[in-house]
């Protein structure tokens, strides 16, 4: 069965900490892995990653797929109380699949 | 703004009624997803339409929801008979073409509530 599994679920942090987010999956045609960003409502597009070893980056945030082990991890440093959302990892696969993982909820505490 | 417009962004229905969720895509694009999102849960995929068709429906559940997307006008999520059950919240997000992740477009939501 197809699956993307995050983890952990919910993360508490202090201003300043560093955290990192999990994200593995197991779907059949992989073409792409998506990390997305929630606040309140409507996602928002973080990060495509389509090869192994390629770290992306966007100010304080970064990520990486390993299409080996099959995962991919967000990174964020210097966390600031704006970044309190919820990551979503989705992937795309065969023709126009996608999937998103249950999401983890940061808590970015002043 | 010409964002994905979803609308309304709370519907309130009581066990047996009806429930039709409205989502304008993009101006220009022609590919819609519906999502449901249940507390503590993730996106879960339903339906995905083109335009007069539907392309995709295996995450939407065959008795009571359907959906539609015409020629003219905005996609439609219809719930009949809503149970406590469909309380989430409703997600629809529109691309220009088969969509690749990069250049999905969310809405703002509908929260459901079956009371």
């Known amino acids: 069965e197809d699956k993307v599994v995050q983890s952990p679920l919910s993360l508490v942090v202090h201003e300043g900490d560093t955290v990192t987010l999990n994200c593995s999956y197991e779907?059949?045609?992989?073409?792409?892995l998506l990390w997305y960003k929630q606040e309140k409502k409507a996602p928002t597009f973080l990060f495509m990653l389509?090869?192994?070893?390629i770290e992306k980056k966007s100010g304080r945030l970064s990520s990486i797929l390993d299409k080996k082990e099959l995962f991919s991890i967000l990174n964020i440093t210097a966390t600031q109380t704006g970044d309190s959302a919820v990551y979503l990892c989705?992937?795309?696969?065969?023709?126009?699949?996608?999937?998103f993982g249950a999401g983890t909820r940061l808590t970015v505490k002043p | 703004n010409a964002g994905v417009m979803q609308n309304p962004r709370h519907l309130v229905r009581r066990r047996g009624q009806e429930a039709r969720l409205r989502c304008s895509p993009v101006?220009?694009?022609?590919?819609v997803y519906w999502y449901r999102q249940l507390p503590e849960e993730g996106l879960k995929f339903m339906v995905y339409?083109?335009?007069?068709?539907?392309?995709?429906e295996s995450g939407m559940p065959k008795e009571r929801f359907s959906a539609e997307f015409p020629k003219e006008g905005p996609s439609i999520l219809r719930i009949q008979q809503v149970v406590r059950g469909d309380s989430a919240a409703y997600f629809c997000a529109s691309s220009p073409r088969v969509s690749t992740g990069e250049k999905l477009f969310f809405g703002s939501g509908t929260q459901l509530s079956v009371l």
């Open positions: 339409l083109q335009k007069e068709n539907i392309i995709d």
């Open positions: 989705a992937t795309t696969y065969n023709n126009n699949d996608m999937r």
């Open positions: 779907v059949t045609n992989f073409r792409s």
């Open positions: 389509t090869s192994s070893g």
């Open positions: 101006k220009g694009h022609s590919h």
